[in-house]
């Protein structure tokens, strides 16, 4: 009788999901045709012309996604699999070969999710061949699609200066699959697609929803799986040797390790080989040309009936260069387009003191000189872990007292890199103990009864003293955990995704009630703003000389990936790290001019320093000298926080610089030049202003000065002659 119920079961659902299907060529059919067009503007150059839509084609059989500069084409019968991702500005297949849309691990076992078979040659992919494919019964099955306008990620509430308020726009894809094996009967697992207005991203992600009655462990979630052109060719070889494809950009929501980089940050992205391609050149099938999206150390959790869980988020950009800058150029425009929080950008100072009446003296130096945010800084005696009435009491009156000024207050604390106790701390996986199994030794799990109450904590004192900005140092670093008695996550299966998820939403929460995070790590697509540019935190015990080049340097290098506002730079007002006088700016009006550059080289990168110390100025002059720097970095902040062209690296020997560009606003762009060496010196430097959006003349103007008109040639350059003084800089603005 079980094995009778059983088959019937079986056949009953075979018939839903075949019923089910018959559907979508019908749905298919009513969408408007998929008709391609020339790309003929450059939308870096800001062009809002390339509208996010969903289509059908002529032969009712596919479903594309598409704006205008990519295309994602996705076969729907027999079953759903993405046979075309190209990018529509030089003509570029991302696809060789049809995989599955995505592959679920339920209860120890891997089914993938959609898939076509029958594809002989996986070098590449005719479009007669894609008729004769067929599913495989055991996959889940494509049921039913819906679509909809684009759902933000995070119903963001900025409170801070902002260089783009707007959501991203676009269309969202959703295909749902079900199983026609009886085991999986009430498991529906759903792949999403995004596309986005004006920025070449294709955005994906698989929801897994229990209506079996009965918990359903998920071990592990691959949301992509993408069989890829190979980047290059080579007989012999293993994958770590080869390069792998450098147009497919993917970034997704799974990122740490405390690098300030995303490559050495991303935990889910795998390029891997294919052995089905067995006319590739490499003799041992090692080509890197597969790329899978998924967590590393898998799911693990224990999935209740009724409940749903949300895959890793991944965000595929196609590129159309080998070029550095316009790659970086690409990157930074997918950041402030699919996560406008990250174009916030507050001026502030790091307080070392919780002192009340240092505290207000502060807040009254940034009202007067401009700065609009002070962070009670490490080491200044904040403590965002006691929400005892006497410190709320505390806190909450100079946060009153700032926000009277006009000025934000916010706070430091400190959560990974610290030891809690045995019950609490990270479990090593191999000992069994709480001794070397974290990143930085010992460290706390955020999902022990410890870090549960310390995540509730900073949600109560966040709320109940009104700050404004946490800067979260040591957020959770990827530490395993394997004890079996900590209250959030079940064993050293689950530890990760359950501590990811925890901190994700802390953060998550956080961004939705206009709180400002600066956090060392890349949790930028869950709602963080600022990263540290990238340092080595003992350099600011060097010299002021030593430190305004590597400043520099290290402006230099930290943008090429992040936006200017993404980073946070450094400047040690008091002793850091140890140092003597001559690596320090106190007393303020002794070093006023090194005072002065170091804020102009980071106002003028458009990138926010931590300025810790007791003070912003000590004398009038002083005083001046902040509030001019701070005026002209909002006379042109619009600019500044504008992206941003590398000219020449600073080397200590002849000049170096920058330039912001922004084809949409009056000042088209903002040269900053410095010169290092002991002496003046004149030169004649090539702007490159394409990406200003200028084509034939710039008028441009040394600082104020009365502005010239220069031809550009045919790269969009114009050659100026410059003058700079010994240890010194000036600015160009181009209009």
Same mark, same amino acid.
């Given at each position: 009788?079980?094995?009778?119920?059983?088959?019937?079961?079986?056949?009953?659902?075979?018939?839903?999901?075949?019923?089910?299907?018959?559907?979508?060529?019908?749905?298919?059919?009513?969408?408007?045709?998929?008709?391609?067009?020339?790309?003929?503007?450059?939308? /870096?150059?800001?062009?809002?012309?390339?509208?996010?839509?969903?289509?059908?084609?002529?032969?009712?059989? @596919?479903?594309?996604?598409?704006?205008?500069?990519?295309?994602?084409?996705?076969?729907?019968?027999?079953?759903?699999?993405?046979?075309?991702?190209?990018?529509?500005?030089?003509?570029?297949?991302?696809?060789?070969?049809?995989?599955?849309?995505?592959?679920?691990?339920?209860?120890?076992?891997?089914?993938?999710?959609?898939?076509?078979?029958?594809?002989?040659?996986?070098?590449?992919?005719?479009?007669?061949?894609?008729?004769?494919?067929?599913?495989?019964?055991?996959?889940?099955? /494509?049921?039913?699609? &819906?679509?909809?306008?684009?759902?933000?990620?995070?119903?963001?509430?900025?409170?801070?200066?902002?260089?783009?308020?707007?959501?991203?726009?676009?269309?969202?894809? &959703?295909?749902?699959?079900?199983?026609?094996?009886?085991?999986?009967? !009430?498991?529906?697992?759903? %792949?999403?697609?995004?596309?986005?207005?004006?920025?070449?991203?294709?955005?994906?992600?698989?929801?897994?929803?229990?209506?079996?009655?009965?918990?359903?462990?998920?071990?592990?979630?691959?949301?992509?799986?993408?069989?890829?052109?190979?980047?290059?060719?080579?007989?012999?070889?293993?994958?770590?040797?080869?390069?792998?494809?450098?147009?497919?950009?993917?970034? =997704?929501?799974?990122?740490?390790?405390?690098?300030?980089?995303?490559?050495?940050?991303?935990?889910?992205?795998?390029?891997?080989?294919?052995?089905?391609?067995?006319?590739?050149?490499?003799? =041992?099938?090692?080509?890197?040309?597969?790329?899978?999206?998924?967590?590393?150390?898998?799911?693990?959790?224990?999935?209740?009936?009724?409940?749903?869980?949300?895959?890793?988020?991944?965000?595929?950009?196609?590129?159309?260069?080998?070029?550095?800058?316009?790659?970086?150029?690409?990157?930074?425009?997918?950041?402030?387009?699919?996560?406008?929080?990250?174009?916030?950008?507050?001026?502030?100072?790091?307080?070392?003191?919780?002192?009340?009446?240092?505290?207000?003296?502060?807040?009254?130096?940034?009202?007067?000189?401009?700065?609009?945010?002070?962070?009670?800084?490490?080491?200044? !005696?904040?403590?965002?872990?006691?929400? &005892?009435?006497?410190?709320?009491?505390?806190?909450?009156?100079?946060?009153?007292?700032?926000?009277?000024?006009?000025?934000?207050?916010?706070?430091?604390?400190?959560?990974?890199?610290?030891?809690?106790?045995?019950?609490?701390? %990270?479990?090593?996986?191999?000992?069994?103990?709480? @001794?070397?199994?974290?990143?930085?030794?010992?460290?706390?799990? /955020?999902?022990?009864?410890?870090?549960?109450?310390?995540?509730?904590?900073?949600?109560?004192?966040?709320?109940?003293?009104?700050?404004?900005?946490?800067?979260?140092?040591?957020?959770?670093?990827?530490?395993?955990?394997?004890?079996?008695?900590?209250?959030?996550?079940?064993?050293?299966?689950?530890?990760?995704?359950?501590?990811?998820?925890?901190?994700?939403?802390?953060?998550?929460?956080?961004?939705?009630?206009? %709180?400002?995070?600066?956090?060392?790590?890349?949790?930028?697509?869950?709602?963080?703003?600022?990263?540290?540019?990238?340092?080595?935190?003992?350099?600011?015990?060097?010299?002021?000389?030593?430190?305004?080049?590597?400043?520099?340097?290290?402006?230099? @290098?930290?943008?090429?990936?992040?936006?200017?506002?993404?980073?946070?730079?450094?400047?040690?007002?008091?002793?850091?790290?140890?140092?003597?006088?001559?690596?320090?700016?106190?007393?303020?009006?002794?070093?006023? =001019?090194?005072?002065?550059?170091?804020?102009?080289?980071?106002?003028?990168?458009?990138?926010?320093?931590?300025?810790?110390?007791?003070?912003?100025?000590?004398?009038?002059?002083?005083?001046?000298?902040?509030?001019?720097?701070?005026?002209?970095?909002?006379?042109?902040?619009?600019?500044?926080?504008?992206?941003?062209?590398?000219?020449?690296?600073?080397?200590?020997?002849?000049?170096?610089?920058?330039?912001?560009?922004?084809?949409?606003?009056?000042?088209?762009?903002?040269?900053?030049?410095?010169?290092?060496?002991?002496?003046? #010196?004149?030169?004649?430097?090539?702007?490159?202003?394409?990406?200003?959006?200028?084509?034939?003349?710039?008028?441009?103007?040394?600082?104020?000065?009365?502005?010239?008109?220069?031809?550009?040639?045919?790269?969009?350059?114009?050659? #100026?002659?410059?003058?700079?003084?010994?240890?010194?800089?000036?600015?160009?603005?181009?209009?």
């Amino acid at each position: 009788m079980r094995q009778y119920l059983l088959l019937t079961s079986f056949f009953l659902l075979t018939i839903f999901c075949y019923g089910q299907s018959q559907g979508i060529p019908a749905r298919l059919k009513s969408l408007p045709i998929f008709t391609p067009h020339k790309v003929t503007t450059d939308w /870096l150059l800001g062009t809002r012309t390339f509208e996010a839509g969903i289509y059908g084609t002529a032969s009712g059989k @596919d479903l594309v996604l598409s704006n205008g500069l990519i295309k994602r084409r996705i076969r729907m019968v027999p079953n759903a699999a993405t046979i075309d991702f190209q990018n529509l500005t030089n003509g570029e297949q991302f696809i060789r070969s049809v995989k599955p849309e995505a592959r679920v691990v339920l209860n120890g076992k891997a089914y993938n999710i959609g898939g076509l078979y029958g594809q002989k040659e996986h070098a590449y992919l005719r479009e007669e061949w894609v008729d004769n494919f067929t599913s495989d019964e055991t996959d889940f099955q /494509l049921t039913a699609y &819906s679509t909809q306008p684009l759902a933000s990620t995070i119903q963001w509430k900025p409170a801070t200066w902002t260089m783009n308020t707007r959501m991203p726009t676009g269309q969202e894809v &959703s295909l749902q699959f079900a199983s026609t094996l009886p085991d999986l009967r !009430g498991v529906a697992v759903n %792949v999403h697609y995004a596309i986005y207005d004006n920025v070449p991203v294709v955005s994906k992600w698989v929801t897994v929803q229990n209506t079996s009655g009965k918990d359903i462990r998920i071990d592990q979630i691959v949301n992509e799986i993408l069989a890829t052109p190979e980047e290059e060719s080579a007989v012999v070889g293993t994958p770590d040797q080869m390069e792998k494809p450098r147009k497919l950009y993917i970034e =997704n929501n799974y990122a740490y390790n405390n690098a300030m980089r995303y490559e050495l940050s991303d935990q889910a992205t795998h390029w891997k080989t294919d052995s089905s391609y067995t006319s590739q050149v490499n003799y =041992n099938f090692q080509t890197p040309c597969l790329v899978e999206i998924y967590p590393n150390a898998g799911i693990g959790v224990s999935l209740p009936p009724g409940q749903t869980l949300t895959s890793v988020r991944s965000y595929e950009l196609l590129l159309d260069s080998y070029d550095r800058e316009r790659n970086g150029l690409a990157r930074r425009q997918m950041y402030r387009t699919i996560a406008p929080w990250t174009t916030q950008n507050p001026v502030f100072m790091h307080l070392v003191s919780t002192d009340p009446v240092k505290v207000k003296e502060v807040v009254d130096q940034c009202a007067e000189t401009g700065y609009e945010m002070v962070i009670l800084s490490f080491g200044s !005696g904040l403590n965002m872990e006691d929400t &005892s009435a006497v410190n709320i009491a505390k806190f909450k009156a100079l946060a009153d007292y700032a926000h009277q000024k006009g000025v934000m207050l916010g706070g430091y604390s400190l959560f990974s890199s610290r030891r809690i106790d045995d019950e609490n701390d %990270v479990i090593d996986p191999v000992t069994g103990l709480p @001794d070397k199994g974290a990143q930085f030794g010992h460290a706390p799990c /955020l999902a022990s009864r410890w870090g549960l109450d310390y995540l509730q904590k900073m949600r109560t004192f966040m709320v109940k003293t009104g700050f404004a900005l946490l800067e979260h140092d040591g957020p959770y670093p990827g530490d395993l955990c394997a004890s079996t008695t900590h209250p959030g996550h079940q064993g050293l299966h689950d530890s990760r995704w359950v501590q990811m998820e925890l901190q994700k939403g802390l953060y998550r929460w956080l961004n939705e009630r206009g %709180v400002y995070i600066n956090a060392p790590d890349w949790y930028f697509l869950d709602g963080t703003h600022k990263i540290a540019i990238g340092y080595r935190e003992v350099n600011f015990s060097l010299s002021r000389e030593q430190q305004k080049i590597l400043n520099r340097q290290n402006i230099y @290098d930290g943008t090429w990936e992040k936006t200017p506002s993404m980073g946070w730079g450094f400047v040690p007002l008091t002793k850091y790290q140890g140092g003597g006088p001559e690596a320090v700016l106190e007393p303020l009006s002794e070093h006023l =001019n090194d005072y002065r550059q170091l804020m102009m080289q980071y106002y003028g990168a458009g990138v926010q320093a931590c300025y810790r110390g007791p003070r912003l100025y000590d004398t009038e002059a002083t005083k001046q000298t902040v509030k001019e720097v701070v005026s002209w970095y909002k006379k042109y902040r619009q600019i500044l926080n504008s992206d941003l062209i590398h000219l020449r690296r600073p080397d200590g020997r002849d000049w170096d610089g920058i330039m912001h560009v922004n084809p949409g606003l009056r000042e088209k762009g903002l040269i900053m030049l410095y010169n290092p060496g002991k002496e003046t #010196i004149t030169r004649s430097i090539r702007l490159p202003l394409y990406y200003t959006g200028l084509t034939n003349r710039a008028s441009i103007r040394e600082q104020e000065e009365k502005a010239k008109s220069y031809p550009l040639d045919r790269a969009y350059e114009a050659e #100026i002659v410059v003058t700079l003084p010994a240890e010194g800089f000036t600015w160009l603005v181009v209009e």
